[in-house]
């Protein structure tokens, strides 16, 4: 679902604020501080995955690029185990393993320390 969210939103050409066409609120961090939260501009790079501007949506918040890729895989997967009772999805349970997770944390502190850089073209 989130996928069909992100594939019918226009990505604002800000790098962030996409999710208020959906009704959600600005952004408190941007509002309060001027600066960027921990996924700002999350929903912007989902929508620009989903119209296919891949190069835009890992600029605009790589982490979130590297997600909506991950998400769709996942649902691909799911769906071929579903359809064909593979096994293969049990081979991604090394995701949830430490040093994986630690590596994605990690890169969602990279992400969101580049999203402070290029905040309003510093």
């Not at 190069?55 to 799911?78: H, K, R």
């Not at 997770?101 to 990690?106: D, E, H, P």
């Amino acid at each position: 679902m989130v996928l069909i969210i992100a594939a019918s939103l226009r990505p604002a050409e800000a790098g962030h604020g996409t999710h208020t066409q959906i009704g959600l609120p600005p952004c408190s961090w941007v509002v309060w501080f001027d600066k960027p939260c921990p996924t700002c501009g999350m929903t912007t790079a989902f929508a620009n995955a989903g119209e296919g501007h891949w190069l835009a949506s890992f600029v605009t918040q790589p982490a979130g690029m590297l997600l909506c890729v991950a998400t769709a895989s996942a649902f691909w997967l799911g769906l071929h185990t579903l359809l064909t009772g593979s096994r293969i999805g049990s081979l991604t349970g090394w995701v949830l393993r430490p040093k994986p997770i630690a590596a994605m944390v990690l890169g969602l502190i990279g992400a969101w320390v580049y999203k402070i850089m290029t905040w309003n073209g510093f």
